[in-house]
């Protein structure tokens, strides 16, 4: 499975995060009841029930564990890639999504370990696969981490990011399938192509 390349034709990388998230339609969800895709899928249906309607927040949503899906990467004793936020981000910018997109599927995992040490309802609630991956992410953040999240101006759809990553692990449930944010994702690979030619062309 080829990752997009920065120099690659919009269509070409449009097809290539496509393929990747459609390729785990059977890879397994780290240790939950639902496959990588359906998980995507689910994550993305729960954002764009979000109100306000952000359509950034659907696309984080949807490729917000895109990290999982790159051939090679270390694995995390069965749980998954080591550091797949950055790898998502990585991928992402190569694929010519916006900073915005790049920056909260960067911080999904740091807003995990923010709610963990500020939400106790949060914390009771975690799943057992992503209680054995806090550990190896760093644990509950410290009170300056606390401090840093929080003056994020992103912090907030960051948190709506990680409540859909949560919410996204439903055996069965129905949900639009991937060709659905096709035109989203197509529209948005537009969007930053006109504006920042220079960039995507370096
Ligand atoms: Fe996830």
Known sequence: MALPSPTDPLDVRLDSLLALLGGASDADYVG???SQLAHALQAAAAAAAHEPWDPELVLAALLHDIGHLAPGV???????????????RAILRR??????????????????????ATDAAYDAELSPASRATLALQGGPMSPDEILAFEADPDGDAILALR????????????????????????????????????????
Do not use: F
């Open 163 to 202: 409540r859909c990553d949560e919410a996204a692990k439903v055996p069965g449930q129905s949900v639009p399938g991937l060709g659905h944010y096709r035109p989203l994702l197509r529209h948005h690979l537009e969007l930053e192509a006109a504006r920042a030619p220079a960039d995507s062309d370096s």
């Open 74 to 88: 270390p694995q995390m004793q069965g749980l998954g890639a080591r550091d797949h936020e950055r790898i998502g």
């Open 32 to 34: 939950e009841p639902v």
């Open 95 to 116: 694929a010519g999504l916006g900073s915005r997109i790049q920056h909260l599927v960067a911080g999904h995992v740091d807003a995990k370990r923010y709610l963990v």
